[in-house]
């Protein structure tokens, strides 16, 4: 059973995302920077920073992604659902809300098939490191429960 989460924790949460998410933009504009500078309003600096407007759309982004979070990936709201079906709605929302804010901030042109494929490529690498830092995250617990319950059950 998880702990009552105040609204702290998740402001916390969307705070320790945004951060995720500003570095990996921060390398990501100084590996293509200088090349997309100008052609995509996320690179619009080039290797000289990230502008205002976009640090303002990837915290927006963030909160989004710490609310699909707190629906999908806890039991406050969703009780009988399975966590591969959990997990699935709440990648394929995130997908939903990044799709969306490329085409609304016009983070890059829309009708350009590489950048689509790019987007797709990363989006997909940074779920696989995702899942499996969230399976490392379930697995330390599982084995940190367990040797409680052990410890429990020998000191009856």
Do not use: H
């Amino acid at each position: 059973m998880e702990d009552k989460k105040t609204i702290f924790y998740f402001i916390g949460q969307a705070f320790a995302t945004f951060g995720i998410i500003v570095l990996i933009f921060i390398v990501l504009n100084l590996v293509i920077g200088e090349s997309t500078e100008g052609y995509s309003t996320l690179f619009a600096l080039g290797k000289g920073g990230i502008s205002i407007p976009t640090l303002c759309e990837l915290f927006l982004l963030a909160v989004l992604i710490t609310i699909a979070r707190a629906i999908f990936l806890t039991d406050r709201w969703i009780l009988n659902m399975s966590m591969v079906l959990r997990n699935i709605l709440f990648f394929l929302s995130v997908l939903f809300m990044i799709v969306i804010m490329i085409i609304v901030c016009k983070w890059f042109p829309v009708n350009d098939m590489e950048a689509w494929i790019g987007f797709v490529i990363s989006f997909v690498l940074s779920m696989g490191i995702s899942v499996g830092i969230m399976r490392l995250i379930e697995k330390t617990e599982n084995t940190k429960m367990q040797k409680a319950l052990d410890q429990y059950n020998r000191e009856e």
